[in-house]
T-cell receptor, first 113, second 113 residues
Framework: DGGITQSPKYLFRKEGQNVTLSCEQN?????MYWYRQDPGQGLRLIYY???????QKGDIAEGYSVSREKKESFPLTVTSAQKNPTAFYLC????????????FGNGTRLTVT | DAKTTQPPSMDCAEGRAANLPCNHS???????VYWYRQIHSQGPQYIIH???NNETNEMASLIITEDRKSSTLILPHATLRDTAVYYC??????????????FGGGTRVLVKP
């Protein structure tokens, strides 16, 4: 089955540690996205990439970093500079044609204590 | 992107049609209306989108008013599995804009037996 895989589903880290969230897609989509969701809130865009080796900041990029070395993969690193890292992180992908719907993974719930 | 306004919550009876309203009074001529839903602790799922004509697919129907300032998502026969948060999003479609979406708070729909 084609889809987006995010792993792990739950992740626990100590404050001050960097952590990398995995996102892999086998849909052959050019574009990939990272969103953050806090309890009872909508999604906020962290970073997006429309093509390999290129990415842009979203609305809340501070404290995060990404890479896009392969079409299938778009890992997100939550750095120690992110002040409130505990959240639900969602990865999505789409074809590049304007207006194409986004396909989402099932998220990684990160807890930092 | 134009701002949308949705009721924070609504209930509907199982087997009945669910009509979810969305106001987007500042929508511009090149903005589409998208609907996604998010079942608890999962990634959002694309439902439908449209520009000015009414649209229907296997999941739902989208009715857009003639002035395009509001729309209604219709789930024709709601089931308990339709309990979710439903997001209405308006988005400019074009190569430069990309496909990134801005999510608001959505409508929390509870389908009751």
């Amino acid at each position: 089955d084609g889809g987006i895989t995010q792993s792990p589903k739950y992740l626990f880290r100590k404050e001050g540690q960097n952590v990398t969230l995995s996102c892999e897609q086998n849909l052959n989509h050019d574009a990939m996205y990272w969103y953050r969701q806090d309890p009872g809130q909508g999604l906020r865009l962290i970073y997006y990439s429309q093509i390999v080796n290129d990415f842009q900041k979203g609305d809340i990029a501070e404290g995060y970093s990404v890479s896009r070395e392969k079409k299938e993969s778009f890992p997100l690193t939550v750095t120690s500079a992110q002040k409130n890292p505990t959240a639900f992180y969602l990865c999505a992908s789409s074809i590049s044609r304007g207006g194409s719907p986004l396909h989402f993974g099932n998220g990684t719930r990160l807890t930092v204590t | 992107d134009a701002k949308t306004t949705q009721p924070p919550s609504m209930d509907c009876a199982e087997g009945r049609a669910a009509n979810l309203p969305c106001n987007h009074s500042t929508i511009s001529g090149n903005e589409y209306v998208y609907w996604y839903r998010q079942i608890h602790s999962q990634g959002p799922q694309y439902i439908i989108h449209g520009l000015k004509n009414n649209e229907t697919n296997e999941m739902a129907s989208l009715i857009i008013t003639e002035d395009r300032k509001s729309s209604t998502l219709i789930l024709p026969h709601a089931t308990l599995r339709d309990t979710a948060v439903y997001y209405c999003i308006v988005r400019v479609v074009g190569a430069a804009a990309g496909n990134k979406l801005t999510f608001g708070g959505g409508t929390r729909v509870l389908v009751k037996p």
